[in-house]
T-cell receptor
Framework: QQPVQSPQAVILREGEDAVINCSSS?????VHWYRQKHGEAPVFLMI?????EQKGHDKISASFNEKKQQSSLYLTASQLSYSGTYFC????????????FGAGTILRVKS | DAGVIQSPRHEVTEMGQEVTLRCKPI?????LFWYRQTMMRGLELLIY????????DSGMPEDRFSAKMPNASFSTLKIQPSEPRDSAVYFC?????????????FGEGSWLTVV
């Protein structure tokens, strides 16, 4: 089952913040976040495992709410380089390595 | 370190022709994935292998598609015969299996156009 991402698209000015959500109707084992720029491959950002943890590096962080079966990606003080399509990928068990991606959220940061 | 290597990067072919896409995973990785990306359907998992064995091919669209992994360092995705609706970017990805989640690394993709 494909996770549901929201919003579908968002436009920001440099320095503004954004939140991208990823939710599942099925119990999650892990959530993976990737960013893809136009014409390029998806690039790994971070993994969150069940347990309600939060991770982050630089001004991009994410949380995982196991109870709600939801993850959120937080982008603070956005930069032009943050533009791209953000995908969440979900795993439903610790065995099998099967990662199913959401439809993606297009983020555009304007100067 | 070399990442996931795919070839060809771009392929334009005529409807009905056979297309073979190739992938070399990251050395030491034992899981390999084939994804297809289109505007309409996003990133779809077609098939994945673990230790060269196909584990889940439920995403393979139809019998025209087949994938093989004869050894740990090589995989192919074949479409025969190809159709215009197969036009997409095909990504190969690999990961080192871990019980606590895994990072999947994508290749640059093979851009397929079937006319």
């Amino acid at each position: 089952q494909q996770p549901v991402q929201s919003p579908q698209a968002v436009i920001l000015r440099e320095g503004e913040d954004a939140v991208i959500n990823c939710s599942s109707s099925k119990a999650l084992y892990s959530v993976h976040w990737y960013r893809q720029k136009h014409g390029e491959a998806p690039v790994f950002l971070m993994i969150l495992l069940k347990g309600g943890e939060q991770k982050g590096h630089d001004k991009i962080s994410a949380s995982f709410n196991e109870k709600k079966q939801q993850s959120s990606l937080y982008l603070t003080a956005s930069q032009l380089s943050y533009s791209g399509t953000y995908f969440c990928g979900t795993e439903y068990s610790s065995y099998g390595n099967k990662l199913v991606f959401g439809a993606g959220t297009i983020l555009r940061v304007k100067s | 370190d070399a990442g996931v290597i795919q070839s060809p990067r771009h392929e334009v072919t005529e409807m009905g022709q056979e297309v073979t896409l190739r992938c070399k995973p990251i050395s030491g990785h034992n899981s390999l994935f084939w994804y297809r990306q289109t505007m309409m359907r996003g990133l779809e998992l077609l098939i994945y292998f673990n230790n060269n064995v196909p584990i889940d091919d439920s995403g393979m669209p139809e019998d025209r598609f087949s994938a093989k992994m004869p050894n740990a360092s090589f995989s192919t995705l074949k479409i025969q015969p190809s159709e215009p609706r197969d036009s997409a970017v095909y990504f190969c990805a690999s990961s080192l299996e871990a019980t606590n989640g895994n990072t999947i690394y994508f290749g640059e993709g093979s851009w397929l156009t079937v006319v």
